[in-house]
């Protein structure tokens, strides 16, 4: 069965630092991946997503994530912090056949000093 | 706005009673998944639906039943609640099956069973 980690339940950085939230995930075959975003009291938003097209994809608000198969990883980075990311952060795999359920990870929460 | 609604937004009923949670895709979709979101076991698959067809279970209880009707609109009973099930419940929708295509969420509905 797929299963992902997020390394650090919480994270914490300063406004204009570098973001960096680990994922790895644990599957025979490279599924696909997600990263989405939820702002509190919201649904979850999509950050960007691996099809296994390009190794690094660009998302929205600035962010992008690497594939890296050798290291099953699938890292979410942002150069430069800003207070309105301040939110959760969840990364899911998706299976490439079967089912089609996302298998999430057990979220990072990102919090952002001025 | 994920173009995915969902009613009521909260809800808080006594244990042993029946809600129903309500779902309506975003236009032109025909895939609705649902999720529940808890403080112990975090973003779980519980059931997608295709065109009307179940089409993949997840951990769903079998107090718990869904069906997606000819408007694409979806519903989620919940039955003899337990005090455990407070949850967010998500809904999601999707164009098709394929496990490249992104789930859009939607707001969510806060159970609270008391």
């Known amino acids: 069965a797929q299963s992902v980690t997020q390394l650090g339940s919480h994270v914490s950085v300063s406004e204009g630092a570098l973001v960096l939230l680990r994922c790895n995930y644990s599957s025979s075959v490279p599924p696909y991946l997600f990263w989405y975003v939820q702002y509190p009291n919201q649904g979850l938003q999509l950050l960007l997503k691996y099809t296994s097209a390009a190794t690094l994809v660009k998302g929205i608000n600035g962010f992008e994530a690497e594939f890296k198969k050798s290291e099953t990883s699938f890292h979410l980075t942002k150069p430069s912090a800003h207070m309105s990311d301040a939110a959760e952060y969840f990364c899911?795999?998706?299976?490439?056949?079967?089912?089609?359920?996302?298998?999430f990870g057990q979220g990072t929460r990102l919090t952002i000093n001025p | 706005d994920s173009g995915v609604t969902q009613t009521p937004k909260h809800l808080i009923t006594a244990t042993g009673q029946r809600v129903t949670l309500r779902c309506s895709p975003r236009?032109?979709?025909?895939?609705v998944y649902w999720y529940q979101q808890s403080l112990d076991q975090g973003l779980q698959f519980l059931i997608q639906?295709?065109?009307?067809?179940?089409?993949a279970k997840g951990n769903i209880l079998e107090r718990f039943s869904a069906q997606q009707f000819p408007d694409l609109h979806s519903e989620l009973n919940l039955s003899s609640l337990e005090l455990g099930d407070s949850a967010l419940y998500f809904c999601a929708s999707s164009v098709g099956q394929s496990p490249s295509y992104e789930q859009y969420f939607g707001p969510g509905t806060r159970l609270t069973v008391t």
């Open positions: 899911a795999v998706r299976p490439i056949q079967g089912a089609q359920k996302l298998v």
């Open positions: 236009s032109g979709d025909l895939s």
């Open positions: 639906y295709y065109n009307g067809e179940e089409r």
